[in-house]
């Protein structure tokens, strides 16, 4: 039974500059929001779609993505004929290779597409923050009669030339592509989410694995080529929410654009296009007597008996007696003991902050840092950790970070 | 086998007890009964088993079982979505003039013929209006150790008031156990009104298989309807009937206001942590986000599930899944279930409201500890 679209999502970004964050897991395995990772956004959508087939290409740290996908029963991707597919590199009879680049992560997993025998293949990334109808990007590429689609954001003329930019005419038709150029010719940057006619996906995929030279990425060189051969490449604009949590500031920010969908955009809170994820099964949050919480997301199992203010807490997180948590990303099973203060920050699952510990501080003209604890990390008692701290080991009583 | 599988397999009666709590179970049973935030009452002992290596598992439903099948689905949740065993929700089977059932008798009577194909040693049965984490396997070793014939779970406590309405005789029976010194039963009381701590009994019951089959036959030949009033309150001196006491966390539904303290109960962090910090409780998932607190407001000794959104002031309360509290209203030792709408400027005190409620702008709604108003399912104040 043929499909008419499958998706194949890259998910084997390392997110190097998450450091402590990404030290054992993929970025797109990175928890956000409260109780979701990254990837529960671009499989959420492509269920809300439609789309019942997707490619997982993995490569780095797989293990927690592996275990966290599962059969993709949580989204609804556990099919007889589809479902969710975890597709790390493999050994082949003329030897094995980790994925070069983006191209040819999707060059070595021909033969799963080829299982489905789609019209369409829509190419996804498993590292950004958006909630995206794919079908309404189909309905567009079907329309342009088009061999090649990409999905593009208005970024504001100043930020231009850190992305990849499409230039396209009064009919949203590709002429040309810039690579972070130094004079942008346009502001539609691309989001990375293609859409392929099948043959011609196929076509361009296996001429790219011949050129030698080729580093096999879709902007640099499979973009090019179908320029090249004046292919049929429409632009279509998106203006919905995006957001590409790459850095451990975008991170944060991320987080805290959830605390206020009114205006950033990003409403988790929508019952016509939920956000699946796979559930911790915690029961319902407590908050004492003695609490207090502004302006806050806190997820079941969380127990809260200290103050918590414009932060996003994680299922299972603990806020003891005097403790204070503000503008901070407290990710599941963290404890903050009696008296502690976190600001400003990102501590990641599992961690202690030890009793009257400090971590973090509220941005001042010197510092605008995020302070950010790896996961399982042990900040001891009286601790203190500085604004642009980034911990990847424990801290001992009394010892101080920067 | 080589795995941690418990050589038993499970009978869950889930409307045992609806009597007791006529508004809750208007449009479903005992069993669907929401508590503690996000789950059914059936969530308790259904997980129970399944913690306790208990993979094959029968409900025996009798009526308005609708909700329950909803929540429950193919079992997955529970982890018993199998190929052998599994989920087995049994609906009344009507032959030879069945009728719905009265008694567990003819429960088991409609199961007979599966229970004879099984092949576990040992079936536990539990009713559904006790949330307990319970052990089964403490309960199997027990038993097996005793060389009981059946071996029955009971817990030191007055009887509830709840049990001591005014009510026909049959409806809702509870019992309480005379023990030996070598925790054998020796009498069971059926609705005793003695006041005073009691051996009351959790109607949770474990015995060989093949001896269940065998009792059972004989009781449904005879016309018994009763398993604890016609088999074992009569039978004590033929059949060897153990007492296993149960001194762990439970909250015991036997009517309106019990429903109400059970809830509250679990704002004591003592008590939750009786109840939920052993083994996890699963329930049916609903992709809720997190909660949302909204500028403006005010939280104190709350338990809240996923997916509400505050705005308003909430104190002493229980929060399930999707509840609003809009600006400016005030809720106080209220008990809201799934998605009810509170919205701007209520005034709520001693309130149950059921599933999809909506109190409308500025209402005000007041009950007393001792009688909490309940608002029914889909009801606009």
Redesign the interface.
């Known amino acids: 039974m043929a499909k008419e679209m499958i998706a194949m999502l890259l998910a084997g970004g390392q997110g190097s500059r998450l450091y402590a964050l990404t030290k054992k897991l993929a970025k797109p395995a990175v928890p956000f929001g409260g109780k979701y990772r990254i990837i529960d956004f671009p499989l959420s959508n492509c269920i809300n779609s439609g789309i019942d087939t997707v490619g997982i290409l993995t490569q780095y740290q797989p293990l927690v993505l592996n275990e966290y996908i599962g059969n993709g029963q949580p989204w609804d991707l556990d099919r007889l004929h589809g479902g969710v597919h975890v597709l790390p590199p493999y050994q082949q009879a003329s030897g094995s290779d980790w994925y070069k680049g983006t191209a040819n992560a999707i060059y070595q997993n021909l033969s799963f597409i080829e299982r489905y025998d789609p019209q369409y293949v829509i190419i996804l990334s498993g590292d950004q923050i958006c909630k995206q109808d794919y079908s309404d990007f189909l309905r567009f590429h079907k329309e342009k009669g088009a061999e090649f689609s990409v999905a593009v954001m208005e970024v504001p003329w100043e930020d231009a030339s850190r992305f990849g930019l499409m230039v396209a005419d009064e009919d949203d038709r590709i002429t040309e592509f810039q690579e972070k150029p130094k004079n942008p010719k346009s502001n539609l940057a691309s989001m990375g989410i293609y859409i392929f006619n099948w043959d011609i996906l196929r076509k361009y995929l296996e001429e790219d694995k011949a050129d030698p030279d080729s580093e096999n990425d879709f902007g640099n060189n499979i973009i090019p080529n179908l320029l090249r051969d004046k292919r049929k490449m429409y632009a279509y604009h998106f203006d919905g929410y995006w957001k590409d949590v790459g850095t451990i500031s975008s991170l944060w920010e991320a987080n805290m654009e959830v605390l206020d969908p009114e205006h950033s955009g990003i409403n988790l809170f929508d019952d016509d296009w939920k956000i699946y994820s796979r559930n911790s099964g915690m029961t319902g949050h407590r908050i004492s007597a003695e609490a207090v919480v502004e302006n806050s997301m806190i997820t079941d199992g969380c127990r809260i008996k200290g103050h918590v203010k414009h932060s996003v807490l994680f299922a299972g997180v603990r806020v003891e007696e005097g403790a204070v948590v503000e503008d901070a990303v407290v990710m599941g099973g963290t404890v903050i003991q009696a008296g502690a203060v976190v600001k400003h920050c990102i501590v990641a699952e599992k961690a202690v902050i030890g009793e009257k510990a400090v971590v973090g501080g509220m941005p001042s003209e010197k510092e605008k840092g995020v302070a950010t604890v790896g996961p399982g990390i042990h900040i001891g008692n009286n601790a203190k950790i500085g604004p642009c701290a980034m911990v990847e080991h424990d801290v001992k009583d009394g010892e101080e970070q920067w | 086998m080589v795995n941690s599988n418990a050589d038993a397999l499970g009978i869950i009666f889930p409307n045992s007890y609806d009597t007791l709590v006529p508004e809750l179970v208007g449009k479903r049973l005992m069993a669907s009964i929401p508590f ?4 059914r009452m059936v969530d308790f002992i259904l997980s129970s088993m399944v913690n306790s290596g208990i993979g094959n598992i029968s409900i025996a439903v009798r009526q308005n079982y609708l909700s329950l099948m909803d929540h429950l689905g193919s079992g ?1 949740e529970w982890d018993l979505t199998r190929k052998n065993g599994g989920l087995n929700i049994v609906p009344p089977f009507a032959e030879n003039g069945v009728k719905l059932y009265t008694g567990r008798v003819e429960a088991i009577a409609n199961l007979l013929d599966y229970l004879r194909r099984q092949k576990e040693k040992y079936v536990v049965m539990s009713d559904s209006n006790i949330a307990v984490n319970f052990d089964f396997k403490a309960l199997m070793d027990e038993h097996a150790d005793n060389h009981a014939d059946i071996t029955m779970v009971y817990a030191e406590e007055e009887i509830p008031q709840g049990f001591l309405k005014p009510r026909i005789a049959t409806d809702g029976m509870y019992y309480t156990l005379n023990v030996d010194a070598d925790g054998r039963v020796r009498k069971i009381h059926i609705n005793s009104k003695e006041p005073g701590v009691q051996k009351l009994a959790m109607n949770i019951y474990i015995m060989e298989r093949e001896f269940l089959v065998k009792l059972f036959e004989i009781a449904f030949a005879r016309g018994y309807s009763y398993f604890e009033r016609d088999i074992l309150a009569q039978h004590l001196d033929k059949m060897h009937v153990q007492a296993y006491e149960f001194c762990g966390y439970k909250a015991r539904i036997c009517d309106m206001q019990s429903y109400f303290r059970e809830n509250m109960k679990l ?1 004591d ?1 003592k008590n ?1 942590d009786g109840l ?1 910090a052993g083994d ?4 049916k ?1 609903r ?1 809720d ?7 403006g ?1 005010k ?8 997916g509400c ?1 505050i705005e308003g002031e909430v104190e002493n309360s ?3 899944r999707g509840v609003r509290i809009g600006k400016g209203a005030v809720v106080k030792n209220c008990v809201l279930m799934q998605d009810t709408v509170v919205e701007d400027g209520v005034k709520a005190e001693y309130v149950i409201s059921d599933k999809n409620v909506k109190l409308t702008a500025g209402k005000e709604v007041r009950g007393a500890e001792t009688f909490p108003v309940y608002i029914a399912k889909h009801q606009v104040v």
């Not at chain 2, 986000?289 to 500028?295: Q, W």
């Not at chain 2, 939280?299 to 996923?306: E, L, Q």
């Open positions: 503690a935030g996000r789950y997955r704002l962090e939750l939920f996890p409780i699963y329930t998932i992709d986000n997190p909660t949302r607190y909204i500028n407001s939280a104190s000794n709350i338990m809240a599930a996923d959104v229980i929060l399930f």
